[in-house]
């Protein structure tokens, strides 16, 4: 299963679905609206600052995506963010110092992506 969010680019939203995931959005919005490089974000109120990951501002910002901390709960649109808050998270800092005290490898959990829109089957799925 994927999920996927309706195409609403400014002045020309072609109606398509995009799955939420920034390879995808960049992907579509190069094939069917012609966006490369630096580009000014033409969804509606959007302060239309120009950015190079156009991909990733419209997963994070337009399509409600964020990764929850697998140890306390914390959510975060990015993984930049992410990776900050576990320098700081306290489940996170004292489940590595336990596994180290007791001579185990240390292993961290995945970051759940959490997504909002519609799912559907999945492109490769049998």
């Given at each position: 299963?994927?999920?996927?969010q309706e195409?609403s680019?400014g002045?020309?939203p072609?109606g398509?679905?995009?799955e ?10 190069f ?9 000014l ?5 959007c ?5 190079k990951?156009l991909?990733?501002?419209v997963?994070?910002v337009h ?18 963010a992410?990776?900050r808050h576990?320098?700081?998270c ?7 110092a ?5 001579g185990r490898k ?7 992506k959490?997504?909002y829109?519609y799912?559907?089957p999945?492109?490769?799925a049998?």
């Amino acid at each position: 299963m994927t999920c996927v969010q309706e195409c609403s680019w400014g002045d020309q939203p072609c109606g398509l679905f995009v799955e939420t995931n920034k390879e995808r959005i960049t992907h579509h919005l190069f094939h069917w609206h012609g966006v490369k490089g630096k580009t000014l974000c033409k969804f509606e109120d959007c302060p239309k600052a120009a950015m190079k990951s156009l991909g990733r501002h419209v997963e994070t910002v337009h399509y409600t995506t964020a990764l929850e901390c697998a140890y306390c709960g914390e959510q975060s649109s990015r993984t930049d963010a992410l990776r900050r808050h576990l320098l700081t998270c306290k489940v996170y800092i004292a489940s590595k110092a336990s596994a180290k005290k007791a001579g185990r490898k240390f292993s961290p959990k995945d970051a759940r992506k959490l997504v909002y829109g519609y799912i559907v089957p999945a492109r490769d799925a049998t």
